[in-house]
């Protein structure tokens, strides 16, 4: 009989030897392009002499700009990215720029065909078969044994985007192909929106209301990492009593605008204000519940940002007490349930960015808090994480070249209960505008992890709460 120690000092190698290789990768990923890039063109065009952007390239064709105009890091926008999106995808407001017009000027339509192609690849991936929690670090849930995957096609973005489908008029479509559906077509984002004025604007979308932010420091859509952040509560447990996380996507209606504080001044302050359906309408019987958003923030208009943000509605329970999240992983919660019914659900939060020079830094706080009154449950959670990168350039280039990225995560689930924190680290490198590869590593830090037990199960029997385990992923990704 052993008193396990071995076994600790092995599983302590383990980490430490996983740790130094990809800090090695790493640091090659940050040493060794600038030489090869140095035997390498500056910036490949297309044959129309227009430069390519993954940011959505056909933006880039209509206006012929770079990539580095509107992102810091793709798809992270800059300040004029944001501006860009604001006024509806469109640099300036009622300009003729790239637009189509009939002899009277009563038509208003592209100039171009606005279609845009992104192709990931991934040759490696450990992100699968984590345990309970493969979903908040960005892969797949449930155990497997298969190892790292390789997938050299990993997933095919098509988009249609414009600014003038009319006057004012903007709009947005995605198909989405990847290794997870078979390759099969299925539909995206939709958006389609009206921008008569800095002051008010109105969007139709199926998109959540979050995830169409502008700033997007809330949930981590068009974050640069793959591993999630912690407040899109994707985790099992993580708002799992009314099943709707905060990155859920809804039909939603949407009303934002800027209201310039003065006109000697670049700030302004944003407000928007939405409603949504909630999707999950097939459990409740009753078409779905409703769901308020309001979203306010003040902006420097030369990098800083702070915010604030608020969900109020319903969300609908379930009627099956076997199901997990209705009666299970809560202390005290209901073992019975008679009747189809609604979730209160409550989210609220801060957030910030700056954004200096080359440097960025983001962050967010968001509380939830779920009341099941037909099953006796009320479950509160909490989420933070805050992210730094800098976007390396060379004197030569317009875009950024290196871009280093740390973010700290955390979270309190299940009234408190559990703890945990989680670190994602990634190093991107553009081999040019349009061409991106990244190495990026997610590791469970342990820290504040009881490893003790969340509540009960629906049968009454305790649950354990996992570990959320590491990843390590390379990704390739090329837009056209």
Known sequence: ????????????????????????????????????????????????????????????????????????????????????????????????????????????????????????????????????????????????????????????????????????????????????????????????????????????????????????????????????????????????????????????????????????????????????KDPAANNTGQGGGGNGYARFAYDTGDGFMIGTFGQYGESGGYSDPSTLGTDGNLPGGGTTSTSNHFVQVVRGGFDALWEYDDFYARACYVYAHDSDMVMGAVETDQAAYAELFYTYKRDYHDYAFLVPLIRENWMSLWNGNEHFNYVTAQVAHYFAPNFKGFLEYTVDTGRGYGGGLAGMNAGGATAAILPMGNRLTAQLEVGF
């Open 1 to 276: 009989m052993t008193d396990g120690s071995d076994g600790t000092i092995k599983t302590a190698k383990d980490v430490f030897r996983k740790i130094a290789v990809s800090a090695l990768v790493l640091g090659l990923l940050w040493l060794l392009p600038p030489y090869f890039h140095s035997l390498r063109h500056l910036c490949p065009v297309r044959p129309d002499g227009i430069n390519q952007a993954l940011a959505l390239p056909a933006f880039a064709r209509k206006y012929h700009m770079s990539c580095s105009q509107c992102h810091a890091d793709f798809p992270t926008l800059n300040a004029y990215g944001r501006q860009f999106k604001m006024n509806g995808y469109v640099r300036t407001r009622g300009s003729t720029d790239g637009v189509l017009q009939s002899q009277n000027q009563e038509l208003w339509t592209e100039a171009t065909m606005p279609w845009a192609v992104i192709v990931r690849s991934r040759p490696l991936d450990t992100g699968h078969g984590m345990a309970n929690t493969g979903t908040q670090m960005g892969g797949s849930a449930g155990n497997t044994s298969n190892g790292p995957l390789f997938q050299p096609i990993n997933d095919i973005d098509m988009f249609i985007a414009g600014g003038d489908a009319a006057k004012h008029v903007s709009y947005f479509g995605e198909m989405d192909a990847n290794v997870t559906n078979g390759f099969a077509p299925g539909m995206g984002d939709l958006r389609f929106g009206y921008h008569p004025s800095l002051l008010y604007n109105v969007v139709l979308m199926r998109r959540g209301f979050f995830i169409d932010d502008p700033y997007q420091t809330i949930t981590s859509a068009e974050s640069p990492t793959i591993a999630n952040r912690s407040t899109d509560f994707l985790m099992e447990g993580q708002a799992y009593l009314s099943g709707f996380p905060i990155n859920t996507q809804t039909q939603t209606g949407e009303v934002y605008g800027q209201i310039h504080i003065s006109s000697d001044s670049p700030s302004f302050a944003y407000y928007s204000l939405g409603y949504s």
